[in-house]
């Protein structure tokens, strides 16, 4: 791996956390992801499952974790499983764990070989009454592809149809959004490694450069960080493309006078960081987008303001709205008058600024969480608002990653330019 090893007693701690939220007497079984198949011999490259690497920090494909909390020989409450490594493995492949080398990281003592599992699983099931199971559970999921822990769940439900079956993610979904210090530390070099590339472009970009080109000065960055690379399929969207929220093509040409959106984040050791910044394509905004910038700004730091612990998200998000329908009001985009006899269900605001406020942050780059649930101190969250104006081709979004703390809010990403002056003066070359 890339990246320096984190601390196991992250890991470790994550799987107390959750022993304790589990029903007397339960097992849970963790699968790792597949590795995705392209064409041909291809493959994708290796993504592992968020929840194992919360649980484990088990970064190898074909990894399975059992978990027994109450078992009476004390060898079976954790055990880890992960591939057998040979001579042809290594030639072809490379390293792969040792036993030693997975304790290591997970943390966990009792590590087997994958081949074993069948048989301890056997053989723990026949003292089990509760079963713990893995699905994707997020809202917006696509679970149209089967997952290795989809295939276990029909297997398993079949061969032991007398077990009682219960869902892990609930429990998962209400652990991984309260962040350990080491996990804010492994986030915080995400961040620094996404400046770094930030600061890189603004040295770049100038009319005439290629979208895909400001994305390779992007992942040159990242990469020589010792980061795997995107948190997520990059946006580098000049002029028009600004105004399209999922542009991801990165495949025309910046324009002198138009500006440009970069949604981009850094992966560090599969923590991620999720940054927006919409600069000038000649290094100076003009009169009207600079306006628009300061207004985006001004909503973002109010933003900050509110996001505090015990909102409800629900209530963050609409004084989000009346922040930037103020704001829409001085950029003359609505009257005072038509926002007064607006219907409620249908928010002017939303032409201008579709999208949400925030979203959680962390091993998922949409990380989970519960439902519905208030904001609590440990939580990530970025603050991304944004006004798209298609008929000027004005397209500005800027997001950082907060911390929630006690009293104030820590920004991860305070290092990185946010104030247009400063933007303008380092395109300069100040």
Request: with cysteine.
């Amino acid at each position: 791996m890339r990246y320096e090893p984190i601390d196991p007693a992250l890991f470790s701690k994550n799987r107390e956390n959750l022993a304790k939220l589990l029903k007397p007497n339960s097992i849970v079984v963790l699968h790792s992801n597949d590795v995705m198949p392209t064409n041909a011999d291809g493959t994708m490259p290796f993504k592992q499952n968020a929840d194992l690497i919360y649980l484990t920090g088990a970064d190898q494909e074909e990894s399975i974790l059992i978990l027994y909390p109450d078992a009476p020989n004390d060898a079976q409450r954790e055990i880890l499983f992960v591939r057998e490594t040979n001579e042809f493995i290594a030639v072809w492949e490379g390293e792969k764990y040792t036993k030693e080398r997975a304790t290591e990281i997970s943390g966990i003592k009792n590590v087997q070989w994958t081949n074993n599992f069948e048989t301890v699983l056997h053989n723990l099931l026949k003292q089990a009454d509760h079963v713990y199971l893995s699905i994707n559970e997020h809202l917006r999921a696509d679970t149209t592809v089967k997952t290795r822990n989809d295939r276990f769940i029909e297997k398993i439900q079949k061969e032991y149809p007398l077990h009682k079956y219960e869902r892990l993610s609930p429990l998962i979904h209400q652990l991984r959004p309260i962040k350990d210090q080491i996990e804010i530390e492994v986030m915080q070099k995400a961040c620094d490694i996404t400046e770094a590339g930030f600061r890189r472009v603004l040295n770049f970009i100038k009319p005439g450069v290629g979208e895909w080109e400001v994305e390779a000065e992007y992942i040159h960055e990242f990469i020589r960080s010792k980061s795997k690379g995107f948190a997520y399929t990059p946006i580098i969207g000049g002029g028009h493309n600004a105004c399209v929220l999922h542009y991801i093509e990165n495949n025309c040409v910046l324009q002198d006078g138009d500006l440009v959106l970069m949604d981009v984040g850094a992966e560090y050791a599969n923590w991620n960081a999720d940054m927006t910044r919409t600069v000038p394509v000649n290094g100076k905004f003009t009169e009207r987008q600079r306006a628009v910038y300061d207004a985006v700004l001004r909503v973002m730091r109010k933003a900050n303001e509110i996001l505090r612990p015990g909102t409800l998200p629900s209530d963050y998000q609409k004084q989000v709205m009346g922040f930037m329908e103020e704001e829409l009001i001085g950029l003359d985009l609505i009257t005072a008058e038509e926002a007064q006899a607006q219907d409620e269900s249908k928010p002017l605001v939303k032409k201008y600024f579709p999208h949400g406020t925030s979203h959680h942050l962390g091993v998922d780059v949409h990380d989970v969480s519960r439902p519905n649930t208030p904001f609590a101190v440990g939580n990530v969250f970025t603050i991304e608002p944004g006004i798209y104006i298609r008929e000027e081709n004005i397209g500005i979004r800027i997001e950082n990653n907060y911390l929630i703390g006690e009293t104030e809010n820590i920004d991860l990403m305070a290092n990185i330019p946010i104030e247009a002056d400063e933007i303008e003066a380092l395109m300069a070359g100040s």
